[in-house]
Nanobody, 123 residues
């Protein structure tokens, strides 16, 4: 499994922006998919976004389309989740994860997970 180290997150007001990062420790890092999930307090973890590593194609959950985007830097084995127009409903712990498959929105297909980072949006 790959070690994924997350950073970013924190407290932001409604309408604000944050960027989360996810860095892999391996020198040779080539997942099929890097995904982002979130889990709000008392709720199940849900898919947020994903990027196909070798093509850069993005997938976004309907709830974040137009507000979130995913990017990556192959040379530095890092991906980012850029979040803007944040709402209180976006408050959650955010996780990055890697998968060897292209089924982007199913967490059971992801093998390695970051430690999670808290995002809190105040109203």
């Amino acid at each position: 499994q790959v070690e994924l180290v997350q950073s970013g997150g924190g407290l932001v007001q409604t309408g604000g922006s944050l960027r989360l990062s996810c860095a892999a420790s391996e020198r040779t890092f080539s997942p099929y998919t890097l995904g982002w999930f979130r889990q709000a307090l008392g709720k199940e973890r849900e898919f947020v976004a994903a990027i196909i590593w070798h093509t850069g194609k993005q997938y976004l959950a309907d709830s974040v389309k137009g507000r979130f985007s995913v990017s990556k830097d192959n040379a530095n084995n890092t991906a980012w989740l850029q979040m803007s127009s944040l709402q209180p409903a976006d408050t959650a712990i955010y996780y990055c994860a890697t998968s060897s498959y292209g089924i982007v929105n199913a967490e059971e297909h992801y093998q390695s997970w970051g430690q999670g980072t808290q995002v809190t949006v105040s109203s």
